[in-house]
Protein backbone atom coordinates (compact mmCIF):
# COMPACT_ATOMS: atom_id res chain seq x y z
CA UNK A 1 0.00 0.00 0.00
CA UNK A 2 1.77 3.42 -1.19
CA UNK A 3 -0.29 5.33 0.37
CA UNK A 4 1.39 7.30 3.82
CA UNK A 5 -1.56 8.45 5.84
CA UNK A 6 -4.22 6.24 6.77
CA UNK A 7 -7.49 8.29 7.93
CA UNK A 8 -9.13 6.37 10.17
CA UNK A 9 -13.32 6.66 11.03
CA UNK A 10 -14.31 6.21 14.69
CA UNK A 11 -17.73 4.64 15.86
CA UNK A 12 -17.75 1.17 14.12
CA UNK A 13 -14.09 1.10 12.99
CA UNK A 14 -11.85 1.64 16.01
CA UNK A 15 -14.25 1.41 18.57
CA UNK A 16 -17.72 -0.92 18.85
CA UNK A 17 -20.15 2.63 19.90
CA UNK A 18 -23.19 1.04 18.99
CA UNK A 19 -24.37 0.19 22.70
CA UNK A 20 -23.87 3.58 23.79
CA UNK A 21 -25.37 5.33 20.46
CA UNK A 22 -28.75 3.10 20.29
CA UNK A 23 -29.36 4.02 23.71
CA UNK A 24 -29.15 7.78 22.91
CA UNK A 25 -31.02 7.61 19.99
CA UNK A 26 -33.83 5.74 21.99
CA UNK A 27 -33.68 8.22 24.73
CA UNK A 28 -34.29 11.10 22.11
CA UNK A 29 -37.04 9.68 20.62
CA UNK A 30 -39.19 9.23 23.92
CA UNK A 31 -39.05 12.42 24.28
CA UNK A 32 -41.05 13.07 21.53
CA UNK A 33 -43.15 9.95 22.61
CA UNK A 34 -41.75 7.62 20.03
CA UNK A 35 -40.69 4.47 22.08
CA UNK A 36 -38.25 2.07 19.68
CA UNK A 37 -37.70 -1.60 20.28
CA UNK A 38 -35.77 -2.04 17.57
CA UNK A 39 -32.14 -2.21 17.81
CA UNK A 40 -31.45 -2.48 13.97
CA UNK A 41 -33.65 0.64 12.97
CA UNK A 42 -31.54 2.60 15.94
CA UNK A 43 -28.65 1.13 14.67
CA UNK A 44 -28.66 3.16 11.20
CA UNK A 45 -28.08 5.93 12.86
CA UNK A 46 -24.08 4.57 13.70
CA UNK A 47 -22.59 6.77 10.90
CA UNK A 48 -24.63 9.60 9.52
CA UNK A 49 -25.30 13.08 10.94
CA UNK A 50 -27.73 13.23 13.68
CA UNK A 51 -29.91 15.93 12.62
CA UNK A 52 -30.20 14.05 9.00
CA UNK A 53 -30.85 10.76 10.68
CA UNK A 54 -33.91 12.09 12.63
CA UNK A 55 -34.98 13.75 9.80
CA UNK A 56 -34.33 10.57 7.20
CA UNK A 57 -35.65 7.73 9.68
CA UNK A 58 -38.28 8.77 11.51
CA UNK A 59 -39.77 12.00 8.97
CA UNK A 60 -39.23 14.87 11.90
CA UNK A 61 -39.03 18.64 11.04
CA UNK A 62 -35.54 19.93 10.99
CA UNK A 63 -36.29 21.97 14.13
CA UNK A 64 -37.09 18.88 15.42
CA UNK A 65 -34.24 17.06 14.68
CA UNK A 66 -31.84 19.68 16.27
CA UNK A 67 -34.61 19.65 19.11
CA UNK A 68 -33.49 15.63 19.03
CA UNK A 69 -30.39 16.05 18.27
CA UNK A 70 -29.91 18.00 21.73
CA UNK A 71 -31.59 15.86 23.60
CA UNK A 72 -29.39 12.86 22.50
CA UNK A 73 -26.35 14.48 23.20
CA UNK A 74 -27.72 15.41 26.96
CA UNK A 75 -27.65 11.43 27.50
CA UNK A 76 -24.53 10.80 25.13
CA UNK A 77 -22.96 12.93 27.22
CA UNK A 78 -23.33 11.30 30.28
CA UNK A 79 -24.28 7.86 29.88
CA UNK A 80 -23.47 6.93 26.33
CA UNK A 81 -19.91 7.98 25.54
CA UNK A 82 -18.02 5.21 27.33
CA UNK A 83 -20.36 2.31 26.94
CA UNK A 84 -18.21 1.66 23.90
CA UNK A 85 -15.13 -0.58 23.33
CA UNK A 86 -12.15 -1.12 21.33
CA UNK A 87 -12.62 -3.65 18.41
CA UNK A 88 -10.11 -6.76 19.04
CA UNK A 89 -6.37 -6.07 17.57
CA UNK A 90 -7.20 -2.13 16.73
CA UNK A 91 -4.09 -1.04 19.01
CA UNK A 92 -1.75 -3.90 17.13
CA UNK A 93 -2.91 -3.03 14.21
CA UNK A 94 -1.93 1.00 14.59
CA UNK A 95 1.45 0.15 16.43
CA UNK A 96 2.00 -1.98 13.16
CA UNK A 97 1.22 0.57 11.06
CA UNK A 98 3.18 3.32 12.84
CA UNK A 99 6.38 0.94 12.98
CA UNK A 100 5.71 0.99 9.21
CA UNK A 101 5.97 4.42 8.73
CA UNK A 102 2.42 5.40 8.58
CA UNK A 103 1.35 8.73 9.56
CA UNK A 104 -2.47 7.97 11.25
CA UNK A 105 -5.22 10.32 11.62
CA UNK A 106 -8.58 10.20 12.89
CA UNK A 107 -11.69 11.70 10.59
CA UNK A 108 -14.99 11.16 12.23
CA UNK A 109 -18.49 12.58 12.04
CA UNK A 110 -18.57 12.80 16.20
CA UNK A 111 -18.39 15.63 17.31
CA UNK A 112 -14.76 16.25 18.65
CA UNK A 113 -16.06 17.18 22.23
CA UNK A 114 -16.83 13.49 22.30
CA UNK A 115 -13.54 12.20 20.09
CA UNK A 116 -10.70 13.22 22.08
CA UNK A 117 -11.87 11.76 25.70
CA UNK A 118 -13.08 8.21 23.85
CA UNK A 119 -9.51 8.68 22.02
CA UNK A 120 -7.81 8.95 25.74
CA UNK A 121 -10.27 6.73 27.50
CA UNK A 122 -9.17 3.51 25.35
CA UNK A 123 -5.77 4.64 25.06
CA UNK A 124 -5.42 5.24 21.43
CA UNK A 125 -4.75 8.97 21.00
CA UNK A 126 -1.04 8.72 21.00
CA UNK A 127 -1.10 6.50 17.62
CA UNK A 128 -2.76 9.26 15.70
CA UNK A 129 -0.58 12.46 14.35
CA UNK A 130 -4.15 14.46 13.64
CA UNK A 131 -7.39 14.06 14.44
CA UNK A 132 -10.88 15.72 13.14
CA UNK A 133 -14.53 15.41 13.71
CA UNK A 134 -17.51 17.68 13.62
CA UNK A 135 -18.42 20.59 15.16
CA UNK A 136 -21.32 20.81 17.91
CA UNK A 137 -23.88 22.48 15.29
CA UNK A 138 -23.21 19.83 12.67
CA UNK A 139 -22.22 21.87 9.77
CA UNK A 140 -19.05 19.84 9.25
CA UNK A 141 -20.54 16.35 10.01
CA UNK A 142 -20.85 15.60 6.45
CA UNK A 143 -18.50 12.92 6.20
CA UNK A 144 -16.82 14.76 2.79
CA UNK A 145 -16.25 17.97 4.55
CA UNK A 146 -14.29 16.33 8.02
CA UNK A 147 -12.11 14.77 5.35
CA UNK A 148 -11.64 17.76 3.36
CA UNK A 149 -10.96 19.17 6.79
CA UNK A 150 -8.23 16.97 8.07
CA UNK A 151 -6.67 16.78 4.78
CA UNK A 152 -6.37 20.59 5.56
CA UNK A 153 -4.72 20.01 8.99
CA UNK A 154 -2.41 17.17 8.66
CA UNK A 155 -0.69 18.31 4.56
CA UNK A 156 -1.71 15.11 3.03
CA UNK A 157 -2.42 15.23 -0.72
CA UNK A 158 -5.28 12.88 -1.49
CA UNK A 159 -3.07 10.96 -3.64
CA UNK A 160 -0.92 10.11 -0.16
CA UNK A 161 -4.46 9.27 1.58
CA UNK A 162 -6.09 5.78 2.37
CA UNK A 163 -9.60 6.41 4.25
CA UNK A 164 -10.84 3.50 6.82
CA UNK A 165 -14.56 3.42 7.54
CA UNK A 166 -17.47 0.55 8.01
CA UNK A 167 -20.07 2.73 6.22
CA UNK A 168 -20.79 4.20 2.85
CA UNK A 169 -20.89 7.46 4.07
CA UNK A 170 -16.72 6.88 4.46
CA UNK A 171 -16.69 5.65 1.03
CA UNK A 172 -18.63 8.94 -0.27
CA UNK A 173 -16.87 11.35 1.79
CA UNK A 174 -13.33 9.22 0.90
CA UNK A 175 -14.33 9.64 -2.91
CA UNK A 176 -15.86 13.20 -3.20
CA UNK A 177 -12.06 14.22 -1.94
CA UNK A 178 -10.37 11.65 -4.62
CA UNK A 179 -9.18 9.36 -1.89
CA UNK A 180 -9.28 6.07 -2.04
CA UNK A 181 -10.70 3.71 0.69
CA UNK A 182 -11.53 0.23 2.69
CA UNK A 183 -14.46 -0.87 3.65
CA UNK A 184 -14.41 -2.84 6.92
CA UNK A 185 -17.42 -6.03 7.57
CA UNK A 186 -16.68 -6.25 11.49
CA UNK A 187 -18.21 -2.50 12.09
CA UNK A 188 -22.07 -1.64 10.95
CA UNK A 189 -22.13 -2.08 6.87
CA UNK A 190 -22.38 -4.56 4.85
CA UNK A 191 -20.65 -5.52 1.98
CA UNK A 192 -23.68 -4.63 -0.12
CA UNK A 193 -23.55 -1.27 0.85
CA UNK A 194 -19.70 -0.79 1.25
CA UNK A 195 -19.76 -2.00 -2.62
CA UNK A 196 -22.32 0.06 -4.02
CA UNK A 197 -20.63 3.22 -1.97
CA UNK A 198 -17.58 1.98 -4.44
CA UNK A 199 -15.12 1.15 -2.01
CA UNK A 200 -11.53 -0.09 -3.71
CA UNK A 201 -10.95 -2.58 -0.84
CA UNK A 202 -13.11 -4.33 1.49
CA UNK A 203 -11.74 -5.97 4.70
CA UNK A 204 -13.70 -8.79 6.60
CA UNK A 205 -11.54 -8.74 9.72
CA UNK A 206 -8.74 -6.43 11.36
CA UNK A 207 -6.42 -8.97 10.40
CA UNK A 208 -7.48 -8.63 6.78
CA UNK A 209 -7.09 -4.78 7.17
CA UNK A 210 -3.70 -5.36 8.53
CA UNK A 211 -2.84 -7.00 5.13
CA UNK A 212 -4.60 -4.53 2.85
CA UNK A 213 -2.81 -1.66 4.87
CA UNK A 214 0.46 -3.37 4.84
CA UNK A 215 0.17 -6.17 2.49
CA UNK A 216 -1.09 -4.74 -0.52
CA UNK A 217 -4.68 -6.79 -0.39
CA UNK A 218 -6.37 -7.60 -3.21
CA UNK A 219 -9.07 -4.87 -4.70
CA UNK A 220 -12.65 -5.20 -4.97
Known amino acids: MKQQFVFFD ?5 TESGPGIVRSVRYALRQFGIDEPDDAKL ?13 TFYGF ?8 MAAYRDYYGVHGIFDNGVYAGIPELLASLKAAGKTLCVATGKPEKYMYPILERYGL ?14 TRADKAKVIRYVL ?4 AHPDDVIMVGDRHHDIDGARANGVQSVGVLYGYGSREELAAAGADYIAESVPALRDVLLGGGAAV
Open 10 to 14: LDGTL
Open 43 to 55: RRFIGPPLVYSFS
Open 61 to 68: SDDDAHKA
Open 125 to 138: RGYFSYCGGSDEAE
Open 152 to 155: DASG
